[in-house]
Nanobody, 122 residues
Framework: VQLQASGGGLVQAGGSLRLSCAASGRTFSSYPMGWFRQAPGKEREFVAAIRWTGGSILYADSVKGRFTISREYAKNTVYLQMNSLKPEDTALYYC????????????????WGQGTLVTVSS
């Protein structure tokens, strides 16, 4: 079971990045997938989550209207399109899969990727 996150980098404030999370090793078609982030010196926080079927989506208030989570069934991949980035979005971004339910609670996610670093300069 592997989750491979990619797409991080350095971008100026107001810019955009798209993160990808490729799932492999088992069928994730029924598992909600989420994105979390952790900034230096801060706790991990929820960003967004999506169900593979039905289209249900959750967003943290801090990213609503700027970030969009989506999924591509054929590639078993979840994306996080990040627009209008701010310096406070700087963090290590992790993707995760839950075997229970669509949720913002990190402890309910069972599988985690290695993280991809997003740095937003002012």
């Amino acid at each position: 079971v592997q989750l491979q996150a990619s797409g991080g980098g350095l971008v100026q404030a107001g810019g955009s990045l798209r993160l990808s999370c490729a799932a492999s090793g088992r069928t994730f078609s029924s598992y909600p997938m989420g994105w979390f982030r952790q900034a230096p010196g801060k706790e991990r926080e929820f960003v967004a989550a999506i169900r593979w079927t039905g289209g249900s989506i959750l967003y943290a208030d801090s990213v609503k209207g700027r970030f969009t989570i989506s999924r591509e069934y054929a590639k078993n991949t979840v994306y996080l399109q990040m627009n209008s980035l701010k310096p406070e979005d700087t963090a290590l971004y992790y993707c995760a899969a839950s075997t229970s339910k669509l949720t913002h609670e990190a402890h309910l996610y069972d599988y985690w990727g290695q993280g991809t670093l997003v740095t937003v300069s002012s």
